[in-house]
């Protein structure tokens, strides 16, 4: 805002110098038209002025000319100055305008990022929960299978190690088709 305020104060200044010189301008155009109108209307009147009269008033004429001149100059000058200074303005506007779409553009960006994070962060401690759960139910899997494992070597070395008949490694044998390690 306060760069907006700036420019306007700048383009204010500007416009009240461009009116001055307009005003000048235009006086000056008066003053010499009526200068001139006087020497063309009345010849034979400036006939009677002495020689004298006669350079003072083509030497005010020659001043306001100068003058109006020079108004000109630093009026053509001044609009130049103000039409640069509204470009650079329009510029410094639509870059103002840019920043602020891609500011928005990023902050749009990194909301779906936090959005996109966020589902990541709940999917990959939902994936953990669902491993840890899946190892936990093998571990005690395995521990009902040990200790059904112990329990079966205690019966078998009870009865001993015959083919068919219970032993350390289950009913039918070493290599029986229902044993607990070897399960289907």
């Known amino acids: 805002t306060s760069h907006t305020d700036q420019n306007g104060r700048v383009q204010s200044e500007l416009e009240r110098m461009v009116q001055e010189l307009s005003e000048e301008n235009q006086r000056l155009h008066k003053a010499l038209d ?12 400036l006939s009677h002025f002495d ?16 003058r109006y001149e020079v108004t000109k100059q630093r009026l053509d000058h001044s609009n130049c100055q ?17 920043v602020e779409h891609e500011l928005r553009s990023l902050k749009h960006d990194f909301k779906k990022s936090e959005e996109e994070l966020a589902n990541a962060k709940y999917i990959a401690t939902s994936a953990l929960i669902k491993v840890e759960e899946m190892t936990m ?7 009902e299978i040990s200790r ?9 070395t009870m009865m001993g190690p015959v083919g068919g008949t ?3 490694h289950g009913f039918g044998g070493p290599h029986a088709r229902f044993s607990p390690l070897n399960r289907e």
Do not use: C, F, W
């Open 82 to 98: 103000q039409h640069n200074l509204l470009r650079t303005l329009r510029e410094k506007d639509q870059h103002q305008k840019d």
């Open 148 to 156: 059904s494992h112990e329990g079966a070597s205690d019966v078998g």
């Open 51 to 66: 020689a004298a009269s006669h350079d003072t008033l083509k030497e005010h004429i020659m001043n306001l000319k100068r």
């Open 34 to 45: 009526g200068a001139s109108s006087t020497l063309n209307l009345y010849p034979d009147e």
């Open 137 to 143: 139910a093998a571990v005690q899997n395995d521990i």
């Open 166 to 168: 219970p032993g350390v």
